[in-house]
T-cell receptor, first 112, second 112 residues
Framework: EDKVVQSPLSLVVHEGDTVTLNCSYE??????LLWYKQEKKAPTFLFML????IEKKSGRLSSILDKKELFSILNITATQTGDSAVYLC????????????FGGGTRLMVKP | ETGVTQTPRHLVMGMTNKKSLKCEQH?????MYWYKQSAKKPLELMFV???????ENNSVPSRFSPECPNSSHLFLHLHTLQPEDSALYLC???????????FGDGTRLSIL
């Protein structure tokens, strides 16, 4: 059975801090790993990672995948209160109809 | 216009009622999904429709019945639900076999 574990479960930081969120996985026929941000409503897509060692970047957010050690990290630099959300990690298998297995999420709170 | 629209936003129903959740996507995707998000649990995949055919139902109880009349619309018919079915129900869509899933804002369902 596919397994996705995120850590920490929750995190409280102050504006300007840098945070690192972790996602480890066990999945057969791994295809990709995705990061989403969920505030009060719809999870919004952040990154899709398929290859090891290639950093994906979008503004203050970046992510990298290690397919040998089976984990990914999501970094947020110079955090802002608008970064407060639950960050979800999900993995996708080949031959599984694009179905995703999600982790439990990391709840990030950024204080002013 | 949001890419994936769900209605209603909130629904309160008794255990003997019958209701339906609706999802519509405007992204030209050909795969649609229903997820259940309960407090303190990871997002759980309920149903997948790819090219309007159901791919997997993940052993969801029969009191949940999906319907996908075309690639843009997805319904979840509910009957004789239990209190533990209270949750946020999220719809998503994607291009089959490629690309991330895009989520709607969800329907918050409460069973009395």
């Amino acid at each position: 059975e596919d397994k996705v574990v995120q850590s920490p479960l929750s995190l409280v930081v102050h504006e300007g801090d840098t945070v690192t969120l972790n996602c480890s996985y066990e999945v057969t026929n791994f295809r990709s790993l995705l990061w989403y941000k969920q505030e009060k409503k719809a999870p919004t897509f952040l990154f899709m990672l398929t290859s090891s060692g290639i950093e994906k970047k979008s503004g203050r957010l970046s992510s990298i995948l290690d397919k040998k050690e089976l984990f990914s990290i999501l970094n947020i630099t110079a955090t802002q209160t608008g970064d407060s959300a639950v960050y979800l990690c999900a993995v996708e298998r080949y031959n599984a109809g694009n179905m995703l297995t999600f982790g439990g999420g990391t709840r990030l709170m950024v204080k002013p | 216009e949001t890419g994936v629209t769900q209605t209603p936003r909130h629904l309160v129903m008794g255990m003997t009622n019958k209701k339906s959740l609706k999802c519509e996507q405007h992204l030209g995707h050909n795969a649609m999904y229903w997820y259940k998000q309960s407090a303190k649990k990871p997002l759980e995949l309920m149903f997948v429709y790819s090219l309007e055919e159901r791919v997997e139902n993940n052993s969801v109880p029969s009191r949940f019945s999906p319907e996908c009349p075309n690639s843009s619309h997805l319904f979840l018919h509910l009957h004789t639900l239990q209190p533990e079915d209270s949750a946020l129900y999220l719809c998503a869509s994607s291009q089959e076999e490629a690309g991330p899933q895009h989520f709607g804002d969800g329907t918050r369902l409460s069973i009395l």
